[in-house]
């Protein structure tokens, strides 16, 4: 049996598995927001504010935040993401 380790994404608390990737932290946190990054409407920034590929390991106190890009309907106004 594997310790999980402890990752912060969006300020929050989440346990995955030692081997899992940025996208797998996400999508403990949130399965929606993992799938607008699957989906190419935002990214994910490390506790510096540079962006990370969603491939990367993760490492125990890792901080990621998201950043999700918001479509813009045909007034301009932006929509909320899904």
Request: hydrophobic share 45%.
């Amino acid at each position: 049996m594997t310790t999980p380790v402890t990752v912060f994404v969006n300020a929050q608390r989440v346990q995955v598995s030692p081997d899992a990737t940025v996208l797998d932290a996400v999508r403990a946190w949130s399965s929606e927001a993992a799938e607008q990054l699957e989906d190419g409407h935002g990214a994910v920034t490390d506790s510096r504010g540079l962006p990370i590929p969603l491939a990367s390991a993760v490492f125990g106190g890792a901080i990621f935040r998201l950043v999700v890009s918001r479509d813009r309907g045909a007034d301009g106004a932006g929509s909320r993401p899904r």
